[in-house]
């Protein structure tokens, strides 16, 4: 999968929010975009990402 510490170094593209792996995407926890993964890398283009909601507060301490 996604190397811890990368996804500590990776940020939304579209407004700079901190990311988490949620199963095979990679989660922006302020706007909730969520970017695919294709081969073990992950895919942090807007374009290519799909809406959705910001995770609760549990998933992201879940995440941690």
Known sequence: MIDE???EILACPK?????????DRIVCTQCGLRYPIRDGIPIMLVEEA???EPPKKEEKEGAE
């Open 15 to 23: 407004c700079k929010g901190d990311v988490i792996l949620q199963g």
């Open 50 to 52: 799909e809406q959705g």
């Open 5 to 7: 510490k990368l996804l």
